[in-house]
């Protein structure tokens, strides 16, 4: 059963365009997350909001933006992209800070 | 070098057989553990979390920490072709309110009918 919910599933474009991505939970949890899954399948975190807030930004390009306009949805944006962009972007939510994380389905990203 | 490691990469088994996956961390930091499962085309979904020494239980499933050598495991008993997937074990440090995860490279399962 999928709470939460990722947009678009692929999405294909070419070195230097900006693309965007969305993730919506009707968990009514308070905390969201973007990570990275690459093609060996490694995941790591990039970011996490609380309640709208930025709590957690991993050393990530600065091409990369999140944006969040409420609690349940948090937004991805990726401004000029690159070839090693190409992957998994997982979005995932948590009740507070300091819970289990329940993740969408992902949205692939290939970058040509 | 991953703060995280699994072992081993890869693990077939029978269908109904017991399949045996390891997690140490490297990161003393780290004392609280999270078993997450990936099917194909979806997202890890959590299967356990274990925090304390010992064995957790649920259903099949059995988790088992050591928090002196930092070593955890998951024990599948009566293994089925659906638990067949790409299973992740996570770290975490208790900093303040926040739970940072730290996720190993995966073991994949696969259960032979």
């Known amino acids: 059963e999928t709470a939460v919910f990722q947009t678009p599933n692929y999405h294909v474009t070419q070195v230097g365009n900006e693309v965007s991505f969305n993730c919506k939970q009707t968990?009514?949890?308070?905390?969201m997350y973007w990570y990275k899954q690459d093609s060996k399948k490694l995941l790591k975190i990039m970011f996490s909001y609380n309640n709208k807030q930025l709590i957690v930004n991993e050393t990530v390009p600065r091409r990369f933006s999140p944006q969040s306009s409420d609690k349940a949805h948090l937004n991805l944006r990726i401004k000029s992209v690159e070839p090693e962009d190409s992957a998994v972007y997982l979005c995932?939510?948590?009740?507070?800070?300091?819970?289990?994380?329940?993740f969408g389905p992902g949205t692939r990203l290939l970058v040509l | 070098q991953q703060k995280v490691q699994q072992s081993p990469e890869s693990l077939s088994v029978p269908e109904g057989g017991m399949a045996s996956l390891n997690c140490t961390s490297s990161?003393?930091?780290?004392?609280y553990f999270w078993w997450y499962r990936q099917h194909s085309g979806e997202g890890p979904k959590a299967l356990m979390?274990?925090?304390?020494?010992g064995d957790k239980k649920e259903g099949r499933f059995t988790a088992h920490l050591n928090k002196a050598s930092l070593h955890v495991s998951l024990h599948i008993r009566d293994s089925q072709p659906s638990d067949s997937a790409l299973y992740f074990c996570a770290a975490s440090e208790h900093a303040g309110s926040f739970n940072k995860l730290t996720f190993g490279a995966g073991t994949r399962l696969a259960v032979c009918p």
């Open positions: 995932a939510s948590s009740p507070t800070g300091w819970d289990t994380q329940y």
């Open positions: 979390s274990i925090f304390s020494d």
């Open positions: 990161d003393r930091n780290f004392q």
């Open positions: 968990l009514g949890h308070d905390t």
